[in-house]
C-alpha cells in the first residue's frame, strides 16, 4: 500500500509516537514511476537508506542522518556499552555513508552538540532532545528555502528560462527545495517562463525527480539530456543556469553533482549567469577550497547500467564521480536563505552567519 503523497512533497516523514514511532522515507528510487514510502525502525536502516540512495540530496540526508540518531539512542540499552560509545558508533555509522555533502556531518554535530549538552541526562531525556533537534533540522530547512527561494526569484526582473541539473527540490531537502525553490518561487510570482530539466546522468535525478516534481507542481519544463544544454545555450533559450550544491568551500568553490561544472563553463562562454542556491548549512567555512572536498565515487554500474539493463560491455573501463567542483570565478552570486552574495566569496560569504 503506497501513501498518496500530497502536492507539499517532503522526502520523509515521523509516524506515531516517539517511543514506538517510525520514520517513513519515499524511496525515491522508484520514482517517478511509483510512489512507495519505506518504514524504518534503525539508525542501521536509516544508514542504509542514505547510503543506497533512498533518500538523497544534501538537507535531506542530514535531516535523516539526525532521525537516524534519535533512533540509535532509542534503541541504546546501556547494557553491553557505554553511552558515549554508543554514540561514537551511530556518528561513524551515519558519516560513512557518503562523503561529499556536507549536511550530513553538520547535522551529526548538531545531534553531537545536543548530547554534550545532556551529558548528565537519562537517556530517555537525550532521545526526546535528539528527536527535537532533528524535527528543528527538518522544519528549519524548508522555512530557509521559502526564505532563499524568494530572494533567488529577486534576481529576475521578468519572464524567465531557467536550466537547472540534478533534483534540488523538495525530494532532495527538507521541502520546496534549493534551486527548485527558486524556480518554484519564480512560478508562484509569474516570472517563470520555462525550465530545462537536464536528465542529470548516470543516476537520472533531473529526469525522474525534477521532472516528476515539475509536474507535480504544474511547472512548464521540458526534459533534455545534459548533452543538449550547450545546443540550447547557443539558440538563445537560455536566460540563466541555477544549480544546488553539496558543500561550498571558503573560497566559494562549489561541489554537486557531476555536470555542473561543464554547464559553469558553458554559462562562462555563453555569457549566462550561473546562480548557485544553497542553505548555510551547506556552506563549509572549515573547508579551504574545492581541492579539499572528498568526490564520492559510486558504484560503476550506475554508468554501465540504466536499471537492470546493462548498456556497456563487460571489461571497459568505467568512471562515476558523482560530484565535480565549479571554481568560484564561474559563479555568478550565491542565493541564501541569508540573502544573496557575489564575489570575492572569500570576504563575502562569511558575512552571512
Ligand atoms: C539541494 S542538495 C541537492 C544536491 O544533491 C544531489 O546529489 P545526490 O542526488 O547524489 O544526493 C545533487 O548534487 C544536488 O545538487
Given at each position: 500500500m503506497t501513501d498518496a503523497i500530497a502536492?507539499?512533497?517532503?522526502p520523509l516523514k515521523w509516524e506515531g509516537d516517539r517511543a514506538s514511532g517510525t520514520l517513513r522515507m519515499l524511496d525515491q528510487r522508484r520514482l517517478p514511476t511509483e510512489e512507495y514510502w519505506q518504514t524504518l525502525h534503525s539508525a542501521e536502516e536509516v544508514a542504509r537508506g542514505i547510503r543506497d540512495m533512498v533518500i538523497r540530496g544534501a538537507p535531506a540526508i542530514g535531516i535523516a542522518a539526525a532521525f537516524g540518531m534519535a533512533l540509535g539512542m532509542r534503541a541504546f540499552d546501556g547494557e553491553h556499552t557505554s553511552r558515549a560509545l554508543e554514540l561514537r558508533r551511530l556518528h561513524d555509522l551515519l558519516a560513512s555513508t557518503r562523503p561529499t555533502a556536507v549536511n550530513l556531518f553538520w547535522a551529526l554535530e548538531r545531534c553531537r552538540q545536543v548530547a554534550e549538552r545532556l551529558e548528565d541526562a537519562d537517556n530517555a531525556a537525550l532521545t526526546d532532545a535528539l528527536f527535537d533537534e532533528a524535527e528543528r533540522i527538518f522544519q528549519d530547512d524548508r522555512d530557509n528555502n521559502l526564505r532563499l527561494g524568494n530572494f533567488g526569484a529577486a534576481l529576475f526582473e521578468g519572464p524567465t528560462r531557467i536550466l537547472t541539473h540534478c533534483n534540488t527540490g523538495a525530494l532532495a531537502t527538507g521541502g520546496y527545495g534549493t534551486a527548485l525553490g527558486v524556480i518554484r518561487a519564480l512560478h508562484a510570482q509569474g516570472k517563470l517562463t520555462h525550465v530545462w530539466v537536464d536528465e542529470t546522468r548516470p543516476y537520472l535525478q533531473g529526469a525522474r525527480l525534477t521532472a516528476w516534481e515539475c509536474v507535480q507542481e504544474g511547472i512548464d519544463a521540458t526534459l533534455i539530456t545534459d548533452s543538449m544544454a550547450a545546443h540550447f545555450m547557443k539558440l538563445g533559450q537560455v536566460d540563466a543556469v541555477i544549480v544546488g550544491t553539496d558543500r561550498i568551500a571558503r573560497n566559494g568553490d562549489v561541489a554537486n553533482k557531476i555536470g555542473t561544472y561543464m554547464l559553469a563553463v558553458l554559462c562562462k562562454h555563453h555569457n549566462i549567469p550561473f546562480y548557485v542556491a544553497t542553505p548555510l548549512s551547506t556552506i563549509d567555512l572549515s573547508t579551504a577550497s574545492g581541492d579539499d572536498i572528498e568526490i564520492e565515487q559510486r558504484d560503476p554500474a550506475e554508468v554501465s547500467h540504466i536499471g537492470e539493463r546493462q548498456m556497456a560491455p563487460e571489461g571497459v573501463g568505467v568512471a562515476h564521480p558523482a560530484f565535480d567542483v565549479t571554481p568560484a570565478n564561474l559563479v555568478t552570486a550565491i542565493i541564501t536563505e541569508a540573502g544573496v552574495v557575489h564575489p570575492p566569496y572569500t570576504r563575502s560569504l562569511p558575512t552571512l552567519f
Open positions: 502536492s507539499n512533497v517532503v
